[in-house]
């Protein structure tokens, strides 16, 4: 009796509940519209959100609430099916992308940290063009590069790369004359560079003690001879993005005993509390099963890894002239004087030998 009492409640403040919501949206220049309202399966079909920046579009958005156990310890499971979402620098698309809320998530060993797993589904980023990047892409880009290049490699299995250039071109006027960029004329085809790489099974651990798995992984650079740009296409499947426990810490917790884990899970909740509201993103483990990122106009001066790597080698540069001083202006110049010397060497030595053939022809 209680529980039809409590799904009719439900069931009278919920279409109130989404027409404040309306009504709110619209005061503030958003326009909020939806299909169909389940209240019982606590689900809302034909979700459709304007703004006069961008718009957005879910097919199936809904919320399912069960008992924790300890096979299964999660409280609630967020669904939603079938986004879009679309602004003036991006297109962002999946199809299906469920988070799984954990209750106590070290103590029943689900995860090391994270009260959240999100999973994504058929993930796709369209870019439009590099240089204006949306603001959450060059983050993760940045994360990503920054791992990349600081970051230790626990396993890499295949690593190919290969480079497609374009046809030959010649000159009329012969080996002198200016050769022509291909793709300029109406009758002629735009030849571009293509470069290919592949990556399967690569596993790296950055100082923050985040793991990115990446089960298969292929890109493809396309850039054009005759115009300065070209396209970006990074496919990968099977990547995650997970917490990974201290290793002091999972020790000590490993050694106590339940009662002492359940103890240390209790009075330890209010500062991860205060963990998800000073960065959110501590508390989520990611893992897409399959993604697209395009970049439809790439240009090579906006690539970030270019700009990391160059920093990190003045880095490591400064670093080291830091802790031996001299030592590298010192090879420097003896490289250069090697050079030099090397250089005259070989002069002298064609001088030798154009006197001896001289030499040779007065006798």
Not at 117 to 124: A, E, V
Request: glycine fraction near 6%; charge should be neutral.
């Amino acid at each position: 009796m209680l529980q039809q009492k409590t799904l009719l409640s439900a069931a009278m403040l919920a279409p109130l509940l989404f027409g404040s919501l309306v009504f709110i949206f619209r005061i503030f220049g958003y326009t909020l519209h939806f299909r169909h309202l389940h209240v019982f399966d606590l689900s809302v079909e034909g979700i459709s959100l304007v703004s006069p920046t961008y718009t957005l579009a879910i097919g199936k958005l809904s919320l399912r609430f069960h008992l924790p156990t300890s096979r299964k310890p999660s409280w609630a499971v967020i669904v939603a099916e079938e986004c879009d979402f679309k602004d003036a620098d991006c297109a962002v698309t999946f199809l299906r992308g469920a988070s799984t809320l954990w209750f106590f998530p070290v103590f029943f060993r689900q995860t090391s940290g994270p009260w959240i797993t999100t999973s994504l589904d058929g993930f796709s980023v369209i870019v439009f063009t590099s240089e204006n990047t949306p603001r959450w892409v060059q983050l993760l880009r940045n994360n990503m590069i920054y791992t990349i290049l600081d970051g230790e490699t626990i396993r890499l299995n295949n690593l190919k790369s290969r480079i497609q250039f374009s046809t030959l071109t010649g000159s009329k006027e012969g080996y002198n004359g200016q050769v022509e960029k291909p793709g300029l004329r109406p009758d002629e085809q735009h030849d571009e560079i293509k470069l290919h790489l592949e990556v399967s099974q690569w596993h790296i651990v950055n100082v923050r003690r985040r793991m990115y798995t990446y089960g298969d992984v292929k890109a493809l650079l396309r850039r054009n001879w005759a115009e300065d740009h070209g396209s970006l296409i990074v496919c990968s499947e099977g990547s995650k993005w997970t917490k990974m426990p201290a290793l002091a810490q999972q020790e000590a917790y490993r050694k106590s005993s339940t009662f002492g884990q359940l103890f240390h899970s209790l009075y330890s909740f209010p500062s991860e509390l205060f963990k998800i509201f000073r960065d959110p993103l501590t508390t989520v483990d990611l893992d897409v099963l399959g993604c697209d990122i395009t970049f439809l106009y790439f240009r090579i001066r906006d690539a970030e890894i270019l700009k990391q790597g160059a920093m990190k080698v003045r880095r490591d540069y400064q670093k080291f002239d830091d802790s031996h001083p001299g030592v590298l202006m010192t090879l420097t110049w003896d490289m250069l004087m090697y050079g030099i010397c090397a250089v005259l060497n070989h002069g002298k030595k064609d001088e030798v030998h154009t006197e001896n053939d001289n030499d040779g022809d007065d006798e």
